[in-house]
């Protein structure tokens, strides 16, 4: 046990710079800024209810960059920090109108304004603490010292606003929340009406109303509870426009809870008539009120403990530390540093833990998942809906949920997909009926289920248009992953497998035999269009739909057989698996994203912000480094699309570049989100603001520091030279592993993995297998290595490792400048400059589509060669490769270059 605290200590040391004889601390992590947030010009577009569609309005430009987020699931609040007028914007999810696309879409639910008055702030501060989600305005008017809290807490449901002054009766203020986006119920408004009341009494506002389109009824309370002075309620003679005046107090508290009569369900998805969607429901009206009652019965020091508690036991979790100091830098300035090129490591922490915070913020059991914009939300029309976008919006979403140990957030999206099952199981049926109709079965669910792209909390739709079959995979893999992080069988067998065996099932019928091979038909690479008539193109078995099919397939094989299941269907996918070519390599050397694509980008926009031909490398796993010909093809696709994208294109990037170990490039795709991809308070821009991109960044640094998909746990997999020293701690493999490390200049000092399921652990890292493995109690652990740079060692649940004495590696320089020197007939010269670590070099060869290379010439000692083009047959094009290898053995990546044979 001495070894394992001393452990601890040393990395506390390594993130805070203290003393390891003192108590180890996390680092703080928050935005401040040392302004309110300004006052910009709104611009109203034309809406649903006037002349012409538009992709959102209105567009608000404070909102969108400088309010800050909290949230608790059940809603989200967007904090402004005014000291004249306070604006906090309230969201809540199943909160939707008429939207685009001839949908329904997220919409407001509320504004609630403080009227303080108090035009001359002297000291000011705001902030957003991310260690215990509680936001806080400070500053200073008349010489009185006045302060705000806010928390939206998960525990209680409600959001929480304390307010202080530092002397006794100088706190005044008015509360006064309202509807926004007023309409009329009927033709006036096209049937997307908006109306309510806002009605005060005692120390109580009702704020209440209904949406015409589907029926909703919403409602918000407003308790507002002073310690001191007078409090006054008022309602005009309409009752309406209620507001609570609060003269003279020492302090107050104010909550607020909010609902509507959403309830999640599968009728909600299959009823097709929007009014009807909601018809058996009930007014939230009682249980707001119980909300509200029961958290009114707790002083703010209760709600405020609970709180810290249930949301540090998450965000606690986890913990990234790359050598950074705390800045005192308010954050929009440390940001705009960033995008100067003054590389702050805190900066990258920062967002790292930021993307970690808004999952939590917006993805709680109970609770509808986090959409586009997570569960913030101004807009009247939000854009692209505010929805559930599936061919991968959504699922980025989640991409963290595992790796950075929230594997518990994941419970929202697994309800949703289960409430919308039974629709999506009679869209697979409609979906064959239409592209496929002699592949339909009988039997109940025997045609399994799909989703295309676009879904809300009220609707899912199918595939087509621009988006193929494959789209629902994108939701079935996290599925899988949900059991392959926690071990869980029980997952894996009520949650996991069910939905994997249903999508197989769908997917099985939509394949056609075309001469040997499988293929998808109808088939879309998302959002793609044609460059000669710019519509989306529509061929046969594209990468996006084979490579999802066959990760789907393999996936469910896998959890057929830990479970023990032979159902017959299982035959069929197993005889499926090996024709469905999921990779093609063209004549640049890519990944073909059309089968019938032969250079690259020949057919599509070749700087797409989706990279859909890759969702093998990520998040699927059959492009691995054990399919070295595919992963220097995915390089040779990354490399054509480029690095500029939309904020989650970059973030998308960022994950695909850490799957190929390529920690450089992965950290450039980092580093261009944040200088331009951010907004200041660093929300992730689309643009407008689009959340994913932060929960892909997140993702992103995770997938850098350690990977687990490809059978055995990779530490450090891609870590960039820019991080030279660092640590971390609580990572998630595959498993159930918990995962630490501590590393300078580039070498890892110390691993720790915690057993939270048990089982064989298996890792990787150069020269682990000369290292020592240690039990909590410090005895020595026999492990297993079958080859250089890896170990296996059994565990039991709760046990602890650490790892030790790792010897140091280097990375092999690569040769450069490898290119074609010579080209007659069937004679090929190769030529490169040399490695400065090489003492040989071994040459390699592919051709056709083929996963691997075959080694054609080792231990090359020049740094050219001569190659005859028989040797490849009758292939047309293929992939020369050349590694340097250093006096150990050790081969580097490597260099390609693309041939064009002569026969």
Known sequence: MKKVRLFFFVVASLWTGISIAQKPRFRNYRLWYDKPVPNLPITNLDSLNAQTLVEATPLDPAWENWSL???????????????????????????????LYGGVGLTNFAELYLDFNHKTPQKYSRSLRL???VSTVKYEQDGVRYEREYIASYPDKVLAIRLTASQKNKLSFTVRPEIPYKKPIGPASKNNGRVGRVSAQNDLITLSGKLEHLNI??????????????????????????????TGADAALILVAVGTNYKLDSSIFEEHTSSKKLADTTSPHRRVTAILEKASAKTYAQLLASHRNEYSALFDRATVNLGANESALTTDALLNNYKAGVIDPYLEELYFQYGRYLLICSSR???????????????????????????????????????????????????????????????????LKRNN??????????????????????????????SGPGTGTMTTKLFWDYYAFTGDKQILKNITYPALLGMSKFLAKVVVDTAGVLLTYPSYSPEQRWQKVKEHYKTMGTAFDQQMIYENHRDVLKAAQ??????????????????????????????????????????????????????????????????PAWLDAAKTSLNGRGDKATGWGMAFRLNLWARTKDGDRAYALYRSLLQKGTLNNLWDTHPPFQIDGNFGGTAGVAEMLLQSHEGFIDLLPALPQAWKTGAYSGLLARGNFEVSAQWTDGQARRFTIKSNAGGLCQLRYPNIHQATVQSATGNRVPITSLKRDFIAFATQAGDVFTITGLPAASKVANPSNLHINEQQGEKIVIRWDKSPDAVAYNIYSHVGNSPDYTLIQANCRATTTELVAADVKAAKHGTLRVTAVDETGRESSGLTVQVIYAH
């Open 437 to 466: 109709p002699h592949r339909l079965v009988a039997g109940d669910g025997e045609n399994g289920w799909t989703i295309g792209t676009g879904a809300s909390a009220y609707s899912i739709s199918k595939p087509g248009i621009h």
């Open 131 to 133: 260690n215990d989600a």
């Open 562 to 627: 830990e479970l023990g299941d032979t159902t017959p269907f299982l035959a069929v996918i197993q005889a499926q698996l090996p024709r469905l070519d999921p990779v093609l390599i063209g004549m640049s050397g890519q990944i073909k994203e059309y089968r019938e694509e032969n250079y690259y980008g020949e057919i599509g926009d070749p700087r797409h912000r989706h990279t859909s031909q890759l969702v093998g490398l990520y998040p699927g796993t059959l492009i691995n480094s054990t399919t």
């Open 69 to 99: 987020p909290i949230g608790n699931g059940y809603m989200g609040a967007s904090l402004f920090g005014r000291t004249v007028t306070e604006r906090i914007q309230l969201t809540e999810n199943s909160m939707a109108a008429k939207s």
């Open 217 to 246: 009824r919403f409602e918000g309370q407003f308790r507002v509870i002073p310690t001191g002075g007078t409090l006054k309620a008022i309602t005009d003679a309409d009752g309406d426009n209620g507001k609570i005046v609060v």
């Open 365 to 431: 059991p109970g609770t509808l998942p986090p959409n586009l914009q997570g569960i913030w939300s101004q807009y009247d029309i939000t854009p692209w809906t505010g929805g559930y976008w599936h061919n991968i919006n959504i699922q980025m979403n989640y991409w963290p949920v595992f790796t950075t140990n929230l594997t518990e957030l994941f419970q929202s999206f697994a309800d949703y997909n289960l409430a919308y099952r039974r629709a999506a199981t009679q869209g697979a049926t409609d979906y």
